[in-house]
């Protein structure tokens, strides 16, 4: 069984930051690409960036410059770095994987998702 852990949410004023992490736990082969989105109550989820096994990274444009993904393939375990953060960013933050079983089969998981609440 698998598991992704979400930590780092919060409330911060604008400008401000906040880092989130994400930590996958459990048997597993390895670890592909490693996603952060975000979610408002009655819009889609956005896809906020990803990050391959290879390191290659994507972000919406929305964050870029601001945003900054990175992952720690020792410890399992994507970060997403918030700076300069907007009232616009408020969302429910969730981290998602694509995960090789030893079976060799592709799975995605999910995190619990975490607030972010970006307010004076």
């Known amino acids: 069984q698998v598991q992704l852990v979400e930590s780092g949410g919060g409330l911060v004023q604008p400008g401000g930051s906040l880092r989130l992490s994400c930590a996958a736990s459990?048997?597993?082969?390895?670890?592909?690409?490693m996603r952060w989105y975000r979610q408002v109550p009655g819009k889609e989820r956005e896809l906020v960036a990803t990050?391959?096994?290879?390191?290659?990274?994507t972000y919406t444009d929305s964050v870029k410059g601001r945003f900054t993904i990175s992952r720690d393939n020792a410890k399992n375990t994507v970060y997403l770095q918030m700076n300069s953060l907007k009232p616009e960013d408020t969302a429910v933050y969730s981290c998602?994987?694509?995960?090789?079983?030893?079976?060799?089969?592709?799975?995605?998981?999910w995190g619990q998702g975490t607030q972010v609440t970006v307010s004076s």
């Open positions: 998602n994987t694509e995960i090789t079983s030893f079976s060799g089969w592709g799975f995605d998981y």
């Open positions: 459990g048997m597993f082969r390895s670890i592909n690409a």
């Open positions: 990050i391959t096994s290879g390191g290659t990274i």
